[in-house]
């Protein structure tokens, strides 16, 4: 049972890349999550799933995309990369109780 | 809306001391609440919760009570060790099965704690 895992861990994008973070989970849960975590700052939503096909917006989702075709996995796309975006994404998925996967450090130069 | 409030840190503290890390909130209705912790270079790790007005969630030494009169939800424990030394994140969510609150966490800003031997 490997819980939440999140590729790649490190990135760098130059100004106007685009690229795909991964998220997956293997508890079956219906509920997944996009955080992103900026330094000395708390988590703030980004989007949020509540099934497969079933996606809808958090707290600050300009910029950002997602999809979820599966009950597994739940991708962030950023499509066109600003230096804004540099932060610590998460990932989590939840029943009663969220778990988190290591996050993806992403840089943007 | 949802918030959460915690205590300014950081916070530094002697190994054996006593840790105390506040938390109060605003909500509407009657939320769980967790606590949450981050330890260098990984993501949040659920410390404890508590799903109700009363309830008490502890462990690994850690403790917090639920208190809805006064809206709070402090972390503590009665002796820190070097280990210890991490973030600590306080949030709330609501969850309710077949509802629309879909256990979205709300987060308090963290608390960063550093234990010295």
């Known amino acids: 049972n490997a819980g939440v895992t999140q590729t790649p861990k490190f990135r760098i994008l130059k100004i106007g890349q685009s690229m795909t973070l991964q998220c997956a989970q293997d508890?079956?849960?219906?509920?997944m999550y996009w955080y992103r975590q900026d330094p000395g700052m708390g988590l703030k939503l980004i989007y949020y799933?509540?099934?497969?096909?079933?996606?809808d917006k958090g707290e600050v989702p300009n910029g950002y995309n997602v999809s979820r075709s599966t009950t597994e996995d739940f991708p962030l796309r950023l499509e066109l990369a600003a230096p804004s975006q540099t932060s610590v994404y998460f990932c989590?998925?939840?029943?009663?109780?969220?778990?988190f996967g290591p996050g993806t450090r992403l840089l943007v130069l | 809306g949802n918030s959460v409030t915690q205590m300014e840190g950081p916070v530094t503290l002697s190994e054996e001391a006593f840790l105390t890390i506040n938390c109060t909130y605003t909500?509407?209705?009657?939320?769980?609440l967790f606590w949450y912790v981050q330890y260098p270079g990984e993501g949040l790790q659920l410390l404890l919760k508590?799903?109700?007005?009363?309830d008490k969630g502890s462990n690994k030494g850690f403790e917090a009570t639920y208190r809805k009169e006064t809206t709070s939800f402090h972390l503590e424990k009665g002796s820190v060790q070097v280990s210890d030394s991490a973030v600590y994140f306080c949030?709330?969510?609501?969850?309710?099965?077949?509802?629309?609150?879909?256990?979205?966490?709300?987060f308090g800003q963290g608390t960063i704690l550093t234990v010295h031997p």
């Open positions: 799933s509540v099934g497969a096909g079933i996606t």
């Open positions: 508590a799903t109700k007005a009363d």
């Open positions: 989590a998925s939840s029943d009663e109780t969220q778990y």
């Open positions: 508890m079956n849960h219906n509920y």
């Open positions: 909500a509407t209705g009657y939320p769980s």
């Open positions: 949030a709330l969510s609501f969850y309710n099965a077949g509802g629309t609150s879909y256990g979205k966490l709300t």
